[in-house]
């Protein structure tokens, strides 16, 4: 990658690719969110709340791949030409634990944890859109002119 360029680092497929797979884990922890508090505590969950919850799942498996894409071409190189580290850090940390409290929706043992880990997971998911809206917009205003 030439020197200076590293804010164009990720190509139109790698860009689409991100998105898409953003907006479809969005979409779909949100829907899932929704249908999970609409119901009660005592009652099970429905057809469609199921549904949500394995699209998030397939959506957060092609997320991590295509975070994997762009990790050495997007994250590593800003990070290394120092531009964008606030909101990149930030967008990755959010990512990470993420990442972890997913898993530990499966694995955590617990009541208390279990809890924990949930609400963690709701309110790190409900802010990681915008962060990642927040990470390109710093991006493109620090980006010299084409």
């Known amino acids: 990658m030439a020197p200076g360029r590293a804010w164009r680092s990720l190509s139109p497929a790698r860009l ?7 907006g479809g884990l969005f979409l779909s922890g949100v829907l899932w969110l929704v249908l999970r508090l ?5 009652s099970f969950a429905g057809p469609w709340e199921a549904l949500s919850q ?3 799942g397939g959506c957060a498996m092609a997320f991590l791949f295509v975070f994997g894409w ?3 071409v997007h994250v590593l190189a800003n990070w290394g030409a120092r531009r964008n ?6 967008l990755t940390l959010a990512l990470a634990l993420l990442a972890l409290t997913g898993y530990g929706l499966y694995y955590f043992g617990g009541e208390g944890l279990r809890r924990a880990t949930e609400w963690s997971h709701w309110v790190l998911g409900l802010l ?3 962060l990642l809206l927040w990470h390109v917009l710093a ?8």
Do not use: C, F, M, Q
């Open 85 to 90: 580290r606030l909101t990149g850090g930030l």
């Open 54 to 56: 394995k699209i998030h």
């Open 16 to 22: 689409l690719s991100l998105y898409g797979t953003t």
């Open 139 to 146: 991006g493109r205003s620090k980006a010299p002119p084409s």
């Open 38 to 42: 609409s119901r009660g505590e005592d």
């Open 70 to 72: 762009i990790l050495d």
């Open 128 to 130: 990681a859109a915008p």
